[in-house]
C-alpha cells in the first residue's frame, strides 16, 4: 500500500510541501534522473539536501 503525503513527511522528517513538491514534478526529477543531468543545454536542477526522501519517493512511485 501506498503511503501518504503526510506519513512520508514524518518518516523523513520534512514538511508536506516538499514531498507534494517532489511527487508534482515527478516527470521533470525522473528525466533529470535518467539523463545523470549531463545532457547538453540542460536547465539545472538543483539537487536535494534530502538524498535519502528522493530515493524513497522515486522507490515508492516504482511500486
Do not use: C, H
Not at 545532457?39 to 538524498?51: A, E, T
Amino acid at each position: 500500500m501506498a503511503k501518504k503525503t503526510k506519513d512520508l513527511a514524518n518518516e523523513y522528517d520534512v514538511n508536506p510541501s516538499t514531498i507534494s513538491t517532489i511527487l508534482s514534478q515527478n516527470d521533470k526529477i525522473l528525466e533529470a534522473y535518467e539523463s545523470n543531468l549531463i545532457r547538453p543545454g540542460r536547465i539545472k536542477i538543483k539537487l536535494s539536501d534530502y538524498p535519502d526522501v528522493d530515493k524513497a519517493v522515486l522507490d515508492w512511485f516504482d511500486e
